[in-house]
């Protein structure tokens, strides 16, 4: 595996806004990382930075270990921006010939992987459909297309799942998993993070234009201290709750109820105190979600992997 992608620092500014202020983080190769934060938080203008259309105030960037000094260092990246890009009079098959060309690649490859790719994507019957004829989510995969076509080994996608249905979205996440696990680097931008949860590895956080966390979601997740106890209960006492000093209840809303545990009480213990004044019908402990991380990160209460 490759050293990947690192920001180092990086710092820009519009006028007297800045949009950036330092960030920093590593994005690895063979992994798909998301780079998460609300709208306007700098994702976009860090994305931007790191294609060359923008050059940073302050800082660099490093790819496997070399900076990346001008656009030509990547000319062989693919790219998916948030406005779509595509010509709706030209069609479909057509549309990704074109950008294949363009990358340079032959007219039979670039027919090759255009006929393979919108196969892959569920679009093999539209090759001689007009973009503009179909629908949102079509377009959103033929977008994604266009960025894969030439084959990179560096894939960079802004708002990818934007305005899709989850079957669409399934679909981008599968083929963009399977581009990781050939080896790529796969970085996307998303303000909606809990649908993305399950599909990154690694995570950016950015607020204000600054990092707060980074690193594997499954280590922050379990590292963050935070713990939900989520019982579904066929009785509606809740005095067992008084013996356990830091529980919690998060919601409690008809026969659901859900704790946050501290790390310092057994869940176990209050599940079985729950079931000793009524059955338990059903009961799972859940992790903290993106969303609650980036809050309590957000608000300063920091959980931060080194970077790597």
Not at 82 to 87: D, T
Not at 206 to 230: E, K, N, P
Not at 251 to 269: E, I, K, Q
Request: hydrophobic share 40%; with cysteine.
């Amino acid at each position: 595996m490759s050293d990947g992608l690192r920001v180092d620092h990086v710092v820009h500014a519009f006028g007297d806004r800045v949009a950036l202020d330092g960030v920093t983080c590593q994005v690895p190769s063979g992994r798909l990382t998301g780079l998460l934060g609300p709208n306007g938080a700098g994702k976009t203008t860090l994305m931007r930075i790191l294609l060359g259309v923008l050059t940073a105030d302050g800082g660099e960037v490093w790819l496997d270990g070399r900076r990346l000094a001008d656009v030509h260092d990547r000319r062989a990246w693919g790219y998916m921006p948030q406005e779509r890009g595509l010509y709706p009079s030209m069609k479909a098959g057509a549309q990704l010939v074109h950008f294949g060309r363009l990358h340079g690649l032959s007219r039979e490859q670039a027919t090759r992987r255009a006929r393979d790719l919108l196969g892959e994507l569920e679009l093999g019957d539209r090759w001689d459909e007009r973009t503009d004829r179909l629908s949102g989510g079509m377009q959103q995969r033929l977008q994604l297309a266009t960025a894969l076509v030439h084959g990179p080994q560096v894939v960079v996608l802004d708002e990818p799942f934007a305005g899709l249905d989850p079957v669409a979205v399934e679909q981008l996440s599968a083929m963009l998993r399977r581009r990781a696990e050939d080896g790529c680097l796969v970085v996307f931008s998303s303000h909606q993070l809990d649908l993305v949860q399950d599909l990154c590895e690694d995570i950016v956080m950015v607020d204000h234009g600054r990092t707060v966390l980074a690193g594997s979601v499954s280590r922050l997740r379990a590292a963050s201290g935070q713990r939900r106890l989520r019982l579904q209960l066929g009785s509606a006492e809740r005095g067992w709750l008084d013996a356990f000093d830091g529980v919690r209840v998060v919601s409690d809303h008809a026969d659901d109820l859900r704790l946050a545990v501290p790390p310092g009480v057994d869940p176990l213990r209050v599940l079985d105190a729950a079931r000793s004044v009524g059955p338990v019908l059903d009961f799972g402990l859940e992790l903290p979600t993106l969303s609650e991380l980036f809050l309590a990160a957000a608000s300063g209460e920091r959980v931060r992997e080194p970077v790597r």
